[in-house]
């Protein structure tokens, strides 16, 4: 698990977080996959292969940004409730032990 203080610290910059380089070439372009996905180009994937982010990786780390792109939407939409710290804490617990069967 990441922590508080590294989800912050990526959070604030992730050019300068403690995750590897690839994590931190993969954030920007989802960033911007998110904010201005019409300003996507070539050139924003060719700088994640050049860190060394696989296809495969790629692929993944897209995936995911897109799921949860769609249920943050569906939540807003909804109305949803935003669980207290200590929810997500005990939730957390939860799947570690447990996993996600």
Sequence with gaps: MLGDEVV???LAGPEK???SAQVRAVLPLLA???????QVGADDIDAVRAAGV????????LAVAYLFNIINR?????????PTAASFASSAR????????
């Design 54 to 61: 696989s296809d495969a990786q790629l692929d993944d780390a």
């Design 74 to 82: 569906m939540a807003d939409a909804l109305g949803f409730r935003i």
């Design 8 to 10: 912050a610290q990526v």
């Design 32 to 38: 911007k996959v998110t904010q201005t996905p019409d």
């Design 94 to 101: 939860f799947l570690l032990k447990r996993g996600y069967k």
């Design 17 to 19: 977080s403690p995750v």
